[in-house]
């Protein structure tokens, strides 16, 4: 068999495969050139981008709320306004309240003053004899005597005789109307107590055979200031501490209620009790609107009396 022996020259190939090395080296260095700046440019493009996007997303928000500060500022504005118109409102109605107030506050305060005044007389004259001996107590040992008694120690050795004596006259002269308001008092009871014992004696006309007393009594009949068409029966009978039986005596009077023969008031009793009511008036120095208040009441009123018992 015969044998073959070939001699191939590689060295072409070879320095071809040197020089594609060559190349495939420089392509890489260019791909890894190429690659470091496509990811720097898209690095920077990411870089412009969120920066654009965030400047963006920025200026968006600080409009938006730029525009809902100026409405709100806007609103406020508004409000404060009519705060301010309020307020205002307010301080008027203040101011004339206080003023209704004042007026109103000093109004009643004179209303009062009189009523006070009106109900101090009222009381004076109801216990005047009590009242004289307030006044006379007052006068004689709370006031001028304890004065009296401060100028008499304050008094100098020279007219201390002199002041001892004219403080001795005022304090006798104290004395004297205490001791005329005392008796005027006791004279006073007495001539009650005779008023009473003469209307209870059994001496009167007549009451002595048929072995009766007499005794005044009052019997009203008035109509009731808590319900309409219902009347109250009042009576009234003499009080003294000797006349212990005075209960029979309202018992009695009410049971004869139906024996009453009422009739209308004479125009000569009423203009005799209307004087009497302007009396008590001028006597009790009365409010002007007070008194015509009472007079327009008399005048309005009507009562009947009784003529005598069946």
Request: charged letters at 25%; hydrophobic letters at 45%; one cysteine or more.
């Amino acid at each position: 068999m015969a044998n073959f022996n070939f001699t191939v020259d590689t060295s072409p190939m070879a320095q071809t495969v040197d020089s594609v090395k060559g190349h495939v080296v420089g392509v890489t260095a260019a791909v890894t050139a190429m690659e470091a700046a496509v990811i720097a440019t898209e690095r920077e493009a990411s870089k412009t981008i969120c920066e654009n996007i965030d400047n963006g997303f920025y200026v968006l928000v600080k409009s938006q709320i730029s525009q809902k500060a100026v409405a709100a500022y806007t609103e406020m504005t508004a409000k404060e306004m009519t705060l301010v118109q309020l307020s205002k409102a307010l301080d008027r109605v203040r101011r004339q309240m206080e003023a209704d107030y004042n007026m109103i506050s000093a109004r009643y305060a004179k209303l009062f003053r009189s009523l006070d005044k009106a109900l101090e007389t009222r009381v004076r004259e109801l216990d005047r004899p009590a009242m004289q001996l307030s006044e006379t107590k007052k006068n004689v040992i709370l006031g001028k005597f304890k004065d009296s008694c401060s100028a008499l120690l304050c008094a100098s050795s020279d007219v201390y005789r002199i002041a001892e004596t004219a403080l001795s006259g005022k304090l006798k002269q104290k004395t004297k109307a205490v001791i005329e308001t005392l008796s005027g008092q006791a004279k006073q009871g007495e001539t009650y107590s005779r008023k009473i014992e003469s209307i209870l004696s059994n001496e009167a006309a007549g009451a002595a055979q048929n072995n009766e007393s007499y005794i005044p009594a009052l019997f009203a009949t008035m109509e009731s200031a808590v319900r309409r068409d219902e009347f109250v029966d009042s009576v009234y009978v003499v009080q003294d501490d000797r006349f212990a039986n005075a209960a029979a005596v309202v018992t009695a009077v009410n049971n004869a209620e139906g024996g009453f023969v009422w009739s209308d008031a004479a125009e000569e009793e009423k203009q005799m009790l209307r004087g009497e009511v302007l009396a008590l008036i001028e006597k009790e120095s009365l409010d002007s609107r007070v008194a015509n208040e009472v007079l327009r009441l008399f005048d309005a009123a009507n009562w009947q009396s009784a003529g005598r018992l069946t």
